[in-house]
């Protein structure tokens, strides 16, 4: 018989699913941050705004694994808007 879900597992759970209204991550724990990061990546939900709300959170342990796993922004170049009239 399979043990039932954790409520810890069921918030990391939600999470995921509903990082589009999380703003701020700074307030979680570290050890549920690297599980948050963890299951994000499992997932295949990392993307440039997730990325953003964890490297904002400035804890150690998951800068250094966010950099032992070499992600970095990708960087996309902004163009001008307008050009001026010499042109």
Not at 58 to 65: A, F, M, T, W, Y
């Amino acid at each position: 018989m399979r043990n039932p879900p954790t409520l810890l597992s069921l918030a990391i759970d939600s999470a995921i699913i509903n990082f589009a209204a999380i703003s701020d991550l700074s307030f979680v724990p570290e050890h549920i941050l690297l599980e948050l990061f963890r299951r994000t990546l499992e997932a295949g939900k990392l993307n440039e705004k997730i990325l953003k709300l964890f490297i904002a959170t400035g804890k150690e342990e998951i800068l250094s694994v966010i950099e032992s796993l070499n992600i970095q922004h990708s960087l996309v170049p902004v163009l001008p808007t307008r050009c001026s009239e010499k042109f």
